[in-house]
Structures are given as structure tokens and as C-alpha cells.
């Protein structure tokens, strides 16, 4: 590895008291406060106690990819860290490792993880130097650049999504979006099948209404919300643009009949099975907790694949060339998409 991440490492406790000093007012005024004006289907969670959040029962390589990232946020600055990256043309270890250990820092406790990086950038400059968000996203994707171009989509979703899960849809509340006025938003209650990514999760209660069948099943339960435009026309936008980058073209043309209320509006039933690609997002706060919405993802695979009779049906053609996978055959191949990041074979 080069001397990118032998930097001197630095771990402070961020409040002891499990309270923190905002300026509530301020956080108010950009509806970033959570209260009666914000609140809807948010996931709540205490703030994290230590900056980096180490912990005893943290593996050894997880707690030393923190010390590393805090060492390089604080002492690193943002100009030399970019340009460092911007001087990349081909793939090197110094980037496999990077992104193999921002994977595993993700998937072994992604709650932990959006917190640090979300509470960098509420201390940038005090001590922070470099933002571990831009940072994180600048090394995705530089290595997405050097990965064969028909599984570009498929890692930017295994690095991207902080959870995917194979899930069941128990049922879905709704009720008026608070800040996005004629807007709904819409909470699913759901089974997970399988963990892919994402460790460690707040469960939710399997409240179908058929208590004999909560009780009786085998899987926990999760909430995630999702708004209607999930589904979306990217005819009006020209594209995603990273500041001085170039433009990139929406990458999925094609929207799931699965998922369509009507062409442009996303929408899920109770009884689906899919694979879902899950963020954090649209964070409020108080002086004791994160508040998340835990939403679909539309950059990674359009937010979910639907399992119908057993096959995973992908329109965009995202993790193969076939239009249809067994679940077994989708799972294999995405376990070696990870695999491959994780072996540094790319």
C-alpha cells in the first residue's frame, strides 16, 4: 500500500452523555429537525458515542479501517486526497484495498457506518479536514471505472447499497409527505429472506394482522419506505454529474411492470418477493438521535428485482445478459461480484 493510509491515527469520544449541542434553530430552519413538522416513518437511532465509533466486540480489521478513514479525515486535506484519486488511470492495491475495506466497514454494521460519515460532515473542520462521504464516494467510483463495463451496475450496487436483502412484503402503510407537499410516502413492513449485505438492522414487528402467522414465522421483520417516484421519466434531467465530471446517462431504461402504479410511479403490494437495495437518507436530528428514512435505492438496480415463481426478473439486465435467474443462480453470481471486490481479483 502507498502512503495514502499511513496516517498517524486519532480517537476522541464524541459525548459520553448520549446528548450532543446543536443549534436547533438553525437545523429548523432547513426542516432538518426532527419534530411534529418532520416526523413520518423515520428510523431512530441513539447518537453513536465515539469518534470513530469503535467498539470491544469490533473484529480487528473493521476497527482498524476506522482508525485509518478518522486518521485520513483529519489530517488528510480534502485537495490532496482528490487529487490523488483524479491521478489513478489503472487499477492499483492501494484502491482494491480501500474499497474492500469501506465494504466491510458498511456490511458489518451499516447503521454505525452512515452515522460516522453523516457526523464528519456535521464536524467538518472541527477537527475534520476531508469529508468521509466525498472521500467514500470518490474511491467507489474510480474503481467502478476499471471493472468490465457489462458488471459496472452491478458493483456500484454491491458497494453502493448499504443494504440488500431478499424480502417479503407483509404490508404497507402510507401518509402525506411533510416536506415534499402532494407527495406520499409509503412504509413497508416485510420478511427478510436472506441477508446479502448489511449485518446488523433494527427490526420491526411482523404486525400483519394474522397474529397466528406472525408469531409462527421464522423471519424477521424490517421497515423501508419508498415514494412514488421511485419510479421516475429522466428525460427531463440530462443526467448525474459529480462536481467537474463529466455527465452520466441514467442507466436503467426500463421500469418493472412489477412495481408500476402506472409508467413513472413506483409502487409495491403486500405478498411480493423481491431482492430490495436499501439507503439511509434525508437525515433530521436532535441532541440525542439520528432519524433515517430507510429507503429504496434508485441508483442501484432501480431499487429492487422482483421473484416471481422463484426467478428473478431484471429488465435492466443489470447482474447478467438473461431477463430471468433462479434465485440460487442470482445469488451465486452476486456472491462472486463481492467476492471479487473482496479478493481484490478485479
Avoid at 464524541?14 to 432547513?30: A, H, I, M, P, Y
Avoid at 402503510?173 to 449485518?199: I, N
Avoid at 426478473?313 to 435467474?325: C, E, G, I, P, T
Wanted: aromatic letters at 14%; one cysteine or more; glycine letters at 4%.
Amino acid at each position: 500500500m502507498t502512503g495514502f493510509f499511513f496516517v498517524t491515527a486519532h480517537v476522541t469520544a464524541q459525548n459520553e452523555t448520549g446528548s450532543r449541542v446543536l443549534d436547533e434553530q438553525f437545523f429548523k430552519g432547513f426542516k432538518y429537525w426532527y419534530d411534529s413538522t418532520t416526523a413520518m416513518y423515520q428510523v431512530r437511532y441513539p447518537i453513536i458515542r465515539n469518534i470513530p465509533p469503535l467498539s470491544s466486540g469490533m473484529p480487528f480489521d473493521i476497527m482498524f479501517s476506522y482508525i485509518v478513514a478518522d486518521s485520513i479525515c483529519r489530517f488528510a486535506p480534502q485537495k490532496n486526497v482528490t487529487n490523488l484519486l483524479k491521478s489513478w488511470t489503472l487499477m492499483n492495491d492501494t484502491l482494491r484495498y480501500a474499497t474492500k475495506y469501506l465494504y466491510r466497514m458498511m456490511d458489518y454494521n451499516p447503521i454505525i457506518f452512515r452515522q460516522y460519515q453523516d457526523q464528519i460532515m456535521l464536524l467538518r473542520k472541527n477537527p475534520f479536514t476531508t469529508s468521509f462521504q466525498s472521500t467514500k464516494a470518490a474511491i467507489q467510483k474510480k474503481f467502478e471505472q476499471f471493472v468490465p463495463p457489462q458488471e459496472k451496475q452491478a458493483v456500484k450496487a454491491v458497494l453502493g447499497a448499504e443494504y440488500i436483502f431478499r424480502i417479503q412484503v407483509v404490508k404497507i402503510d402510507s401518509m402525506p409527505d411533510k416536506v415534499v407537499t402532494g407527495h406520499q410516502r409509503y412504509r413497508v413492513t416485510a420478511k427478510v429472506l436472506d441477508t446479502l449485505k448489511g449485518q446488523v438492522y433494527k427490526p420491526a414487528p411482523c404486525n400483519s394482522g394474522h397474529a397466528i402467522l406472525d408469531n409462527a414465522s421464522p423471519y424477521p421483520c424490517i421497515y423501508f419506505q419508498y415514494g412514488e417516484q421511485n419510479y421516475f421519466d429522466p428525460s427531463g434531467s440530462t443526467g448525474l454529474m459529480a462536481a467537474g465530471e463529466t455527465i452520466e446517462p441514467w442507466p436503467f431504461d426500463k421500469q418493472d411492470s412489477a412495481f408500476m402504479r402506472t409508467l413513472n410511479r413506483f409502487e409495491m403490494k403486500p405478498g411480493q418477493d423481491a431482492i430490495i437495495f436499501l439507503i439511509h437518507d434525508a437525515q433530521k436530528f436532535d441532541h440525542e438521535a439520528d432519524y433515517y428514512e430507510l429507503d429504496l435505492a434508485t441508483n442501484y438496480s432501480y431499487n429492487a428485482l422482483p421473484i416471481i415463481n422463484g426467478k428473478v426478473r431484471d429488465v435492466n439486465m443489470v447482474w447478467s445478459s438473461n431477463l430471468l435467474m433462479d434465485y440460487a443462480d442470482w445469488k451465486t453470481r452476486y456472491l462472486e461480484i463481492r467476492n471479487k471486490i473482496l479478493n481484490g481479483s478485479y
